[in-house]
């Protein structure tokens, strides 16, 4: 027997949620509810609202309409030092302007649990070592952040992330900057922590078959709407990857992973 769903299980409501850059509409009439149990993936193309979307989910900008419940709480009504406990959010382009060494950087996925002024504790220190190692960058922990290579930075975010030790966790197009193997081992990495630890997952994708491979659920976006949400195997069709991005698609198996593999072309009678 399915179990049944509870408030408990429930992340994010989102209800009417508008907004607009100088005037132009970007959301609209967003409504949305996302529940614990399975990584989310946000889809779309470009300027069909996907960060913005993200970044009203994390806290970093208001809607200009509608209502937005983190936790079962009003987003904007949470302080800010207990929303960093519990969500973090990795950007696409990762920037840090001073030159600090990537050490330094992952500690600061710890100042929400630190009191002020406080050094960080052998444990803290320990966290830190793990997160260095999980993305495979403890070779560059005294290295300037400055220093780093796009791809090198956005593991330094990820592992910034780990440190902070979140309950859910935002990625925006978080592989982009990669290569093919570190893409996989950043998404193992997190999909492992989903499974293993519990920690629950929204991203913003751009690439089809890595949502597939990672996501249990797919939201799709255009021109600022929903155009079809649901399980990855139910949504992830031709006919929606056509409607969403205007092009032919075949969905197979991957003889790999099992999972959903789109092929797609241009129309060829557009």
């Known amino acids: 027997m399915a179990r049944a769903i509870s408030e408990d299980d429930l992340l994010w409501r989102l209800s009417g949620i508008r907004f607009a850059y100088n005037g132009t509409p970007v959301l609209r009439e967003i409504n949305l509810e996302l529940r614990r149990g399975s990584c989310y993936g946000i ?79 052998e444990a803290d220190q320990a966290l830190i070592d793990e997160a260095l190692e999980l993305t495979g960058i403890t ?5 300037p952040v400055t220093r780093l290579s796009g791809g090198e930075k956005q593991r330094v975010a990820v592992a910034r992330a780990i440190a902070q030790q979140p309950q859910v966790l935002l990625l925006d197009e978080a592989t982009s900057n990669l290569d093919i193997h570190h893409s996989l081992e950043i998404l193992h990495l997190i ?40 399980p990855t195997a139910e949504v992830l069709t031709p006919e929606n990857i056509a409607a969403v991005y205007g092009v032919e698609a075949e969905v197979r198996p991957n003889p790999f992973t099992n999972c959903r593999q789109v092929s797609f072309r241009l129309p060829l009678n557009p």
């Open 139 to 143: 070779h560059l922990a005294e290295r």
């Open 43 to 121: 889809l779309g193309p470009n300027g069909s609202g996907k960060t913005t979307l993200l970044d009203l989910m994390g806290g970093l900008l208001q809607p200009h309409a509608g209502t937005i419940e983190f936790l079962g709480q009003p987003l904007d009504s949470w302080p800010k030092k207990q929303l960093a406990r519990r969500l973090s959010l990795v950007p696409q382009d990762f920037m840090v302007r001073f030159g600090y060494a990537v050490r330094e950087v992952v500690e600061m996925g710890l100042h929400p649990h630190l009191h002020r002024f406080a050094a960080p504790s």
């Open 191 to 230: 999909r492992n922590r989903f499974e293993q630890q519990g920690l629950q997952v929204v991203a913003v994708m751009h690439d089809l078959n890595l949502a597939s491979f990672f996501c249990d659920q797919l939201i799709f976006l255009k021109k600022g709407e929903i155009v079809c949400q649901g």
